[in-house]
């Protein structure tokens, strides 16, 4: 049974215009990631957060924001796609963010940008 | 503060033959260790963890990984490669306290298995 659900799996956006990717879980943890991973290359964190508390890093691009309007559900907003925002997203939870307990990703959302 | 280095970026072996994919970490605490394994297109499946019990970890698909704290080292190994082993590789270490919400990824090992 997939755990963490993400849609759309696949996403073709024009330049500019606004994208939104959805995460789920089953898991009931109280942490969500939301990461970007370019071609060829490890994720890379975006932001998390810990039940409703939001947490930004540093060199994330003002461009992408994120709601968690509840346990189950985070979404990731991309407000003007570049070329350069062609990327699969993963969304990944863990029970207690970090320590002895793992990440569980979705399958990703792979964003093409024209 | 943690870190990870994957020592090789691409792993080529024959069906058949062991496979060994190497990982050094850092860290300042007692880490927690992860493989994951992400087959193209796909999100990242966790291969095994190591957290602080047992120092060789079984894991799935016939993959084990030995923690050897005086190499600070996590590599992972499976006996016998099949085709469907071939996938990207990732290493990582947690915060090593809960809460930190920091998992640091290694670079990656693109597995190649040839019939």
């Known amino acids: 049974d997939a755990m963490v659900i993400q849609n759309p799996r696949y996403q073709v956006t024009q330049f500019g215009k606004p994208v939104t990717l959805s995460c789920s879980q089953t898991l009931n943890h109280n942490v969500m990631y939301w990461y970007q991973q370019k071609s060829s290359q490890a994720p890379k964190l975006l932001f998390h957060y810990y039940d409703k508390d939001f947490n930004n890093e540093a060199d994330t691009p003002d461009n992408f924001q994120s709601r968690r309007p509840n346990t189950s559900f985070c979404f990731l907003d991309i407000r003007s796609p570049g070329l350069g925002d062609a990327a699969m997203y993963l969304c990944a939870t863990s029970r207690d963010g970090g320590g002895t307990g793992e990440l569980f990703f979705g399958e990703g959302s792979r964003l093409t940008v024209l | ?115």
């Not at chain 2, 260790?33 to 016939?62: D, E, R």
């Not at chain 2, 005086?70 to 947690?94: G, N, Q």
């Open chain 2, 1 to 115: 503060a943690q870190s990870v280095t994957q020592l090789d970026s691409h792993v080529s072996v024959s069906e058949g033959t062991p496979v060994l994919l190497r990982c050094n970490y850092s860290s300042s605490y007692s880490p927690s260790l992860f493989w994951y394994v992400q087959h193209p297109n796909k999100g990242l499946q966790l291969l095994l963890k190591y957290t602080s019990a047992a120092t060789l970890v079984k894991g799935i698909n016939g993959f084990e990984a030995e923690f050897k704290k005086s190499e600070t080292s996590f590599h992972l190994t499976k006996p016998s490669a099949h085709m469907s082993d071939a996938a990207e590789y990732f290493c990582v270490v947690s915060g090593g306290i809960s809460g930190t919400y920091k998992y640091i990824f290694g670079t990656g090992t693109r597995l190649k298995v040839l019939a």
